[in-house]
C-alpha cells in the first residue's frame, strides 16, 4: 500500500512527470552516486532526456527541473523564485554545485541531450544520466522513469516483475486493497466508512497527528495556490502567449454577488480550477492530485464545498482522505502517466477522485463513492494528452475547469 500523502506531493509547476520527476531523479542519482563513490572524483555530468521528457521537455520545464536536481533541491521545500534565480546563474556561469557541495562545470546547452530518436521500452518518460572523472571516463551511470504524479523508478524496479500477492508483499496496514472491490468488502465487514479505512492504515504508517498536519498542509497550499492564482495578471509563459482569465472572471464575480443563475456554480468551479493550473503553467507551487497537469480540479471543489463549510477541517480532511484512497487504486494499479495514460490519467483520475471525495462530503456511502468515482472516470476514458506547443496550457487549464464540474455532476448523479 502507497500513503495517501505520497499521491499529494508539493511541488512547482508546470508537470508533475516532466518537472518534479526530474528534480527527484537528478538529486536521487547524485545521492546514490555519493553513497556509493563519493563526488570529489566527478568532473563532469550529462543527462539524456529519453522519449516524451524529451519530445516535450523543453515546454515543461525539464532543463530546469534538471539543474535544480543537481543542486540537491527538494520539490517540495524549494522556493519558487530562489529556484528561477540558480537556473538563471547556471545559464550564465555555466557551473552548477551538486547537491550543493561539489561545484564543476555544467552548460545546460550542452550536457543536457535531448534524445528525441530514443523511444524507452518501460515507460515513455526515461532520463539517463551519467557521471564523469576528470579524465573523461564513466564512472557512475543509471537510468530512472518519471512515472506520473513525482513518482520515480529505476530501470531495475520497472522492468522487476511486481509480486503475485501485493498485498501480502506490500506495506503492513490492517485494510490492505489492491481494487474498489477489496475497498468496499472492508467498509461492509468493519461498517466503516472509507475515509475510516484509509486512516487506519495511514495510523499504521504514523501518528494521526503527523497524518492530519499533512492533510490540513495540503490543503492550505492548495488554497493558497488559488489565491494567488485569482490575483496574479499577465501572460503565461512560452509561445503561445496565453493572457491569465482567472484574474478577470473573478472580478466579475465579486462584483456581481447576488446574481441567481443557476449556472453560476459553474463560474465559481471554473475560476478556481483555472487560477490553480495558471499558476502551475507559470511555475507556482502546487499540490499533485494526483498530478500537476490535473492540479486544478480537487482543490476546486475543496474550496467551494469544504473551507467554506460548518466544519471546514473536518470535511476537508474527509474529502481528501476519501479522494486519496480512490486515487491509490489508480496508481497502484493503472497509471496517472499523462505520457502514459493520456489526459484519462491526469484529469479523468482527479475528476474520479474528486467526485468521491465529494460524495464523502455530502454523507454518501462507500458504494455511492464508488459509483460517482467511477462515473467521474466513465466519462473521461480516451481522453487524449495533446498539449498545444508542448505547454501545461492548451487545452489543460480549461480541461480542469471542465473536469471540476464534471465531478460534482458525477457526484449527485450517484448520490440520486
Given at each position: 500500500m502507497l500513503s495517501v500523502l505520497e499521491l499529494f506531493r508539493i511541488g512547482i509547476g508546470p508537470s508533475s512527470s516532466h518537472t518534479l520527476g526530474?528534480?527527484?531523479?537528478?538529486?536521487?542519482f547524485l545521492e546514490d552516486l555519493k553513497a556509493q563513490r563519493g563526488l570529489s572524483g566527478v568532473a563532469k555530468?550529462?543527462?539524456?532526456?529519453?522519449?516524451?521528457?524529451?519530445l516535450t521537455g523543453k515546454g515543461h520545464a525539464t532543463p530546469k527541473a534538471v539543474v535544480l536536481g543537481l543542486f540537491g533541491l527538494d520539490p517540495e521545500t524549494l522556493d519558487p523564485d530562489h529556484a528561477d534565480q540558480v537556473v538563471a546563474q547556471v545559464a550564465v556561469e555555466k557551473r552548477v554545485k551538486l547537491l550543493g557541495e561539489h561545484d564543476i562545470p555544467f552548460d545546460p546547452e550542452q550536457d543536457i541531450v535531448f534524445a528525441y530518436d530514443v523511444m524507452p521500452d518501460l515507460h515513455p518518460n526515461g532520463m539517463k544520466l551519467t557521471a564523469f572523472n576528470a579524465s573523461g571516463a564513466p564512472v557512475f551511470e543509471e537510468t530512472y522513469y518519471s512515472t506520473g504524479g513525482g513518482f520515480i523508478a529505476t530501470a531495475k524496479q520497472l522492468s522487476t516483475p511486481a509480486p503475485k500477492d501485493l498485498i501480502a508483499t506490500g506495506r503492513k496496514v490492517p485494510f490492505a486493497f489492491a481494487s474498489a472491490a477489496e475497498l468496499l468488502e472492508h467498509c461492509a465487514r468493519e461498517n466503516k466508512s472509507i475515509e475510516d479505512i484509509v486512516y487506519a492504515n495511514e495510523d499504521a504508517m504514523r501518528p494521526r497527528a503527523e497524518t492530519d498536519a499533512r492533510l490540513d498542509r495540503v490543503a492550505a497550499v492548495m488554497n493558497g495556490c488559488i489565491e494567488r492564482g485569482l490575483k496574479r495578471e499577465g501572460v503565461l509563459p512560452g509561445v503561445l502567449k496565453v493572457n491569465r482569465r482567472a484574474p478577470s472572471i473573478w472580478r466579475k464575480l465579486q462584483d456581481n454577488p447576488q446574481t441567481n443563475e443557476a449556472e453560476r456554480l459553474f463560474d465559481w468551479l471554473n475560476v478556481y480550477a483555472?487560477?490553480?493550473?495558471?499558476?502551475?503553467?507559470a511555475g507556482g507551487q502546487v499540490v499533485t492530485a494526483p498530478t500537476n497537469g490535473a492540479a486544478g480540479i480537487l482543490p476546486a471543489i475543496l474550496k467551494h464545498y469544504c473551507l467554506n463549510g460548518e466544519d471546514p477541517t473536518r470535511d476537508t480532511r474527509r474529502f481528501l482522505l476519501t479522494a486519496a484512497g480512490i486515487g491509490l487504486l489508480y496508481n497502484q494499479r493503472a497509471s496517472i502517466s499523462g505520457a502514459e495514460m493520456g489526459c484519462q490519467g491526469e484529469v479523468g483520475v482527479a475528476c474520479s477522485m474528486a467526485a468521491a471525495g465529494l460524495s464523502a462530503v455530502w454523507g454518501g456511502s462507500p458504494q455511492q463513492i464508488a459509483n460517482a468515482a467511477e462515473i467521474g472516470m466513465e466519462h473521461n476514458l480516451g481522453l487524449t494528452c495533446d498539449p498545444v506547443g508542448g505547454l501545461v496550457q492548451i487545452p489543460c487549464i480549461e480541461r480542469n475547469a471542465m473536469g471540476s464540474v464534471k465531478a460534482i455532476n458525477a457526484s449527485r448523479m450517484a448520490l440520486k
Open positions: 526530474p528534480i527527484r531523479i537528478g538529486k536521487r555530468v550529462v543527462v539524456e532526456l529519453q522519449g516524451s521528457l524529451a483555472m487560477a490553480v493550473n495558471e499558476e502551475n503553467a
